[in-house]
Nanobody, 118 residues
Framework: QVQLVESGGGLVQAGGSLRLSCAAS????????MGWFRQAPGKEREFVAA????????YYADSVKGRFTISIDNAKNTVYLQMNSLKPEDTAVYYC???????????WGQGTQVTVSS
């Protein structure tokens, strides 16, 4: 089994930065990719960014391109989401997820709250 634990959320002013971490433990050897998603109050969960387990490819939602950067440290089985130039509309619970095949995120973390004040 695989477990994911997120950390790094918090309260920040608009224009500020935060870095989220997601540590994976357990049987991660067949992981295809990891992603970050978010869910704001009253809204559906949406895709934010994803990275191949090898680190060779990254993908971003248009709303975060140029502001967020996803990266992976395979030695630590940890994925990061560096968030810069944060906006109030980035406020949400952020979840990391793991996929064993394309598009199938089967393992989810517990989520971490990010609040951006204006």
């Amino acid at each position: 089994q695989v477990q994911l634990v997120e950390s790094g959320g918090g309260l920040v002013q608009a224009g500020g930065s935060l870095r989220l971490s997601c540590a994976a433990s357990g049987r991660t050897f067949s992981t295809y990719a990891m992603g970050w998603f978010r869910q704001a109050p009253g809204k559906e969960r949406e895709f934010v960014a994803a990275i191949a387990w090898s680190g060779s490819s990254t993908y971003y939602a248009d709303s975060v391109k140029g502001r967020f950067t996803i990266s992976i440290d395979n030695a630590k089985n940890t994925v990061y989401l560096q968030m810069n130039s944060l906006k109030p509309e980035d406020t949400a619970v952020y979840y990391c997820a793991l996929a064993f095949k394309v598009g199938a995120y089967d393992i989810w973390g517990q989520g971490t709250q990010v609040t951006v004040s204006s």
